[in-house]
């Protein structure tokens, strides 16, 4: 296997940008129809998925151990979109053929190395997979519960048929059967439960296909499919510090899920949650919050608004709110939501002496389509 | 007898190879030229049970060979028609550039729609969201200021019977207006009454004189004036007055006694 050689062919199909995925599914389509299913009807994003996959399999080639684990990973995930051994081959032919098409100097040598590192990529995959054959490839799930908590925030609680082992934390795939072959990654916001039912925190984003069905469409009895956990925003379980969680907006979900892991595993440890909203209406969780509190006297919950004045809530951006009530720096740091709030937050909070190895953080951003290569489930 | 050290004349089980080579049969006599005939039956019939068993046993051999052979040739066609079709897979024949380029061209297109679908969405759900928020953000401003213009309103009404408004908001205005509006009514009653109520009282004082002019005792005509000075701010007080001086006599106690 030539590696420098492969990575100067995939740079040059590279230069191409967008025409070379395009090219590629169209290649894959041609030859094996079969395969078209397997993807939606707009490609747009999943060209760029594909190509910034690849590109992280090439800069990690001859790293093994590092690429290994991320291989695994893939291949089980694709299970849950009915990819099977036999659509590996199909596969890396149109990927040699399209490098081909974009190479001018393309030779049997160079075609021998990436048919040889297309196999060995093909065969962790497949290998990962098969090993996980004793899990479901996905799981149907029934929504058992669904409440329109503001204009555009819905709350469903939804049952796999099969359990569903997860960590609190950790996030799930879903497709639901208005917007078929759209994945998207939700944070159950509960620990798992002997009844088996997951709690999902859903923000219809403007023009966002998958949440504005969950939240404006989804009945209770629809059947969604749900994907294998990942993520890896899950409780740090050697230590037994008190807690310190910030969440915006949705990014409560995987905190609360933490909470619940507290209530019913322990170890028993102080909580701070504090809940940011740009107005008072959108506390979309209030009621559960408040409740929650009142059964656990190790939690304290406080919102804060950082649009509104005049609200009971405190005002100010979360970040600031957070640091009015520390020092926090003898605490486990958990931060989820938006981008900016969240680097706003761990700013702050390093600012203060919080060492930056004890904080945490789950970006929440529209379209979230599927977990990097590093597993992250956000950008 | 002289046979082989092993002595394989009398032993049981086929003869080897090496045992029928190393096989001496023993002279039999002088008289009898050639071997002892016991030990040569002996020996062909053992070597005779050894070939029927290998005899049986090749026959068993060769028909397992001509199973396995057929086994052999029937997976031998399985992977061959496994190897098609894994080559027809692999090697489906591949598509022209035209054709790529026309399916390529097709997917844009649906991707164009569907981006532009949700664009669309996107456009129809964030002016929704804003025209609600601005109507919501309305709705709370108004209700704050009815809200706050109560508030003072109450706080006027509990300090002081005359609600003094400080000026500025459209509500306090209304009120101010109306209670000027009240004033000024009361005032126009006030005096319509009090003039009704003089031209009722020159009446019934002409009449009434006309009536009794004679019989009319002295004090209570003096005290009327002074009756109705006090009466005048209270009109149904000065008009009970002067209904209680038709009869000052009997009336007085009988307020008393049922007070």
Sequence with gaps: MDIPAMRASFAKAAAHGDQVPLWFYSHLFLTHPETREMFPVSMATQRDRLFAALGEVMSRVDDLDALVPILQQLGRDHRKFGALAAHYPAVGASLLATLEHFDEEWDDELAASWTEAYGLIADVMIGAADEAADQPAWWEAEVVAHERRTLDVAVLQVRPRTPLGYLPGQAVSLEIDQRPRLWRWYSPANAPRPDGLLELHVKARDGGPVSSALVRLTRVGDVMRLGPPVGHLSLDTDSDRDLLLVAGGTGLAPLKALVDQVARHGPARRVDLFVGARTEDAFYDRADLHRLEQEHPWLTVTPAVSQEKGAPAEHGDIGDVVLRHGPWNSRDVYVAGNPAMIEDTVTRLVHSGVPMARIRTEVFAPSRPSPTLDGKVTE | ?259
């Design chain 2, 1 to 259: 007898m002289t046979t082989s050290d092993t002595g394989s004349g009398y032993e049981a089980g086929p003869p080897t190879a090496d045992d029928l080579r190393a096989v001496h049969f023993t002279p039999a006599s002088m008289l009898h030229p050639g071997y002892t005939d016991r030990e040569v039956d002996a020996v062909l019939a053992r070597a005779a049970d050894g070939l029927a068993q290998l005899t049986d046993e090749n026959g068993r051999l060769a028909r397992e060979n001509v199973q396995l052979a057929e086994e052999n040739a029937r997976l031998r066609a399985q992977v061959q028609g496994l190897q098609e079709q894994v080559d027809a897979a692999a090697a489906r024949p591949s598509p022209s550039d035209q054709a790529v380029g026309i399916l390529a061209t097709a997917q844009l297109t649906a991707d164009e729609y569907v981006a532009e679908a949700e664009d669309f969405s996107r456009q129809m759900t964030s002016e929704a969201r804003a025209q609600y928020e601005e109507q919501l953000t309305a709705a709370r401003e108004k209700a704050g200021a009815i809200i706050q213009a109560a508030q003072e309103a109450g706080a006027a009404i509990r300090g002081n019977g005359i609600p003094v408004v400080s000026g500025g908001q459209p509500e306090s205005e209304e009120l101010q207006e109306q209670v000027a509006y009240l004033k000024a009514f009361s005032q126009a009653c006030r005096v319509q009454l009090r003039s009704y109520l003089e031209a009722l009282l020159s009446d019934v004082e002409t009449e009434w004189g006309r009536a009794h002019p004679g019989a009319l005792p002295t004090p209570p005509r003096g005290t009327r004036p002074q009756q109705l000075e006090r009466g005048r701010p209270d009109v149904a007080f000065s008009a009970n007055a002067t209904a209680d001086d038709t009869e000052p006599a009997g009336a007085v106690p009988a307020s008393r006694s049922s007070s």
